[in-house]
């Protein structure tokens, strides 16, 4: 088997294993098994919603479900009887539950087609719902890398870049090796230090005619249309970091700057506090425990991770390290998401 070929098997079947575990889920969870492993409600996590439009590669695909999927979604969790409820009312909610599971909708980064294409689906569903905002996005002084990357491998064929040994040449002829060159971007960008990871990123585009903070322009919402939404009986605003870099490779000072800030430029935009964050990335190699405390001094009442599960009684002991659900665009079936809010993929593999 080629080299090309092993790499379509191995994400095939990497994608083809998740959505069999999420169907074994399904059936579990309709068999009555493990009925504790749905606690008390879910958070879920969204960035895009939008029609899909397809490209070479689609490095981001996770990250992105159509407004059609958000509404199937939406009616498979009332059909489970869950209650859509704000973010900023789970901890009285986890205080005093309900024999009726709960569901929170949050969005990562302000794009625009949160306004455009999910809003009018949470408000047929009167669901409300959080968008996480980053300051140097919606001010357009900082870029997105994984769009930035995303745009400059489907419009070249090679490049050259140093990842820091030296500059290269890296041949983009194929979906495999586009794909693969993101995976090393990515990587790239957990390396010492991200700002200047992104810096040297955003040049190289620009060398190939491609202009990162238009790109951060065009995806994300400003601060007019973010204090329109904000004026949104459904919606609510929280801190996403000024730069969305990961905390904690951060500094305590530059992590406790990155989220008061935050905070302090929503509350002078919109004139509202944000009482709830979410940390960039969320994943265990990006947010710690020192984090989860500094959101505590600052403040913050809640403040979510991107690590899977549900939330029981035991959440209200950590309320700034609550997890999230993904709503992951690889997996756009309903059923998938009555599996997930079971909460017995998680149980699974914890016990595994």
Not at 69 to 89: G, N, T
Request: hydrophobic share 40%; with cysteine.
């Amino acid at each position: 088997m080629s080299v090309l070929l092993q790499a379509i098997w191995r994400r095939s079947v990497k994608r083809a294993m998740i959505a069999g575990g999420l169907e074994a889920a399904y059936v579990l969870a309709n068999l009555g098994v493990l009925r504790t492993a749905r606690g008390d409600g879910a958070i879920f996590t969204l960035h895009h919603v939008r029609p899909h439009a397809p490209r070479i590669v689609e490095p981001n695909a996770h990250l992105e479900i159509t407004p059609e999927f958000l509404d199937q979604a939406l009616s498979r969790l009332k059909e489970e009887s869950y209650d859509f409820i704000p973010l900023s009312e789970v901890p009285a909610r986890l205080a005093n539950p309900s024999e009726r599971p709960f569901a929170c909708f949050t969005l990562d980064d302000g794009y625009r087609n949160n306004a455009d294409h999910a809003l009018p689906v949470f408000e047929r569903h009167g669901a409300p719902f959080t968008i996480f905002i980053n300051e140097g996005f919606a001010d357009r002084t900082h870029t997105i890398w994984w769009e930035t990357v995303a745009a400059l491998i489907n419009q070249e064929s090679r490049i050259r870049f140093d990842f820091g040994d030296g500059e290269e040449e890296i041949r983009l002829s194929c979906p495999k090796s586009k794909l693969d060159a993101f995976d090393r971007f990515a990587r790239f960008m957990q390396k010492d230090c991200e700002a200047q990871a992104v810096k040297r990123l955003d040049d190289a585009a620009r060398g190939y005619g491609i202009e990162p903070l238009a790109i951060t322009e065009a995806l994300t919402m400003d601060r007019a249309q973010l204090c329109a939404l904000a004026r949104h009986p459904l919606a609510s605003l929280g801190a996403h970091t000024v730069s969305h870099r990961a905390l904690m490779r951060l500094s305590p000072d530059v992590a406790g700057h990155e989220m008061r800030r935050s905070a302090d430029w929503l509350e002078e935009v919109t004139g509202t506090r944000p009482t709830t964050i979410a940390y960039p990335y969320g994943t265990k190699s990006a947010v710690s425990e020192r984090d989860q405390r500094l959101a505590r001094e600052l403040g913050f009442s809640v403040a979510v991770t991107t690590q899977p599960g549900t939330l029981g009684p035991d959440s209200l002991e950590r309320l700034t390290g609550l997890p999230r659900i993904s709503l992951n665009g690889f997996y756009q079936e309903p059923r998938y998401v009555a599996a997930l809010a079971s909460g017995i993929p998680f149980a699974i593999s914890r016990a595994a």
